[in-house]
């Protein structure tokens, strides 16, 4: 299965700040995908990022909140803009390497804002 | 809207015990449900899956089951370990079959 680098593994960060999470695949993906996980809660999907296209967000996300780039096959980007403190989160990157295994995920940032 | 969802946010065992962890789907088209373990500082790691050509599958310790008919289905883990411990989730692909969609999570404590 893939291996995902992702980085920073936390931050803590001031409001009105950004910040550029990345995502490092060893292996080259057509479809990379960004979660966010809230405190003691589920994975919600942010947006799905494609090689060579604009990401496709998810209701209630929004491209000038959380811009991504996708310059390859095997990286992407997922910035956290004009960071409130509800924004404090773990983010996922991941990826699906083939349909028979799911998803493989980064171990995440854990994004706290202050 | 589609949903995934899990019936209990806690479950608590003695080592040695079977822990069945169970989800509801709302999505009838849904075809491939995949169980996932969340450790503290980790992220998700793929435990089992099931199609929905079949009822269960089993693995090492691990056991799904799907019932399609209600939308349900279970993970029971055999003899619990102090390791199990985590939070797990289900997950169903969305409607377009493209995007994983997750249930809300059981957090499984086992005490020695």
């Known amino acids: 299965s893939a291996v995902i680098s992702q980085k920073p593994s936390r931050d803590i960060c001031q409001r009105g700040t950004s910040l550029t999470i990345q995502c490092q695949v060893d292996?080259?993906?057509?479809?990379m995908f960004w979660y966010r996980q809230q405190p003691g809660q589920s994975l919600t999907l942010i947006a799905t990022?494609?090689?060579?296209?604009?990401?496709?967000?998810e209701s209630g996300f929004v491209i000038d909140k959380f811009p991504i780039s996708r310059p390859n096959l095997t990286f992407s980007t997922l910035t956290v803009s004009n960071m409130s403190p509800e924004d404090s989160s773990i983010y996922l990157c991941?990826?699906?390497?083939?349909?028979?295994?799911?998803?493989?995920f980064g171990s995440g940032t854990r994004l706290t804002v202050v | 809207g589609e949903s995934v969802g899990l019936h209990l946010p806690t479950l608590s065992v003695q080592e040695g015990d079977n822990s069945i962890i169970n989800c509801a789907y709302s999505?009838?088209?849904?075809?491939?449900f995949i169980w996932y373990k969340q450790e503290s500082g980790k992220g998700p790691q793929f435990i089992i899956d099931?199609?929905?050509?079949?009822d269960k599958r089993q693995g090492q310790r691990v056991t799904v089951l799907l019932n399609k008919t209600v939308k349900h289905l279970s993970l029971q883990i055999a003899a619990t370990q102090p390791g199990d411990s985590a939070v797990y989730f289900c997950?169903?692909?969305?409607?377009?079959?493209?995007?994983?969609?997750f249930g809300k999570g059981t957090t499984l404590s086992v005490s020695s």
């Open positions: 990022a494609n090689q060579g296209s604009e990401a496709t967000y």
């Open positions: 099931i199609r929905s050509n079949m």
């Open positions: 999505n009838s088209a849904s075809d491939y």
């Open positions: 292996s080259q993906v057509t479809m």
């Open positions: 991941s990826v699906e390497p083939a349909r028979t295994y799911g998803y493989t």
């Open positions: 997950a169903a692909y969305d409607q377009a079959g493209t995007a994983l969609i």
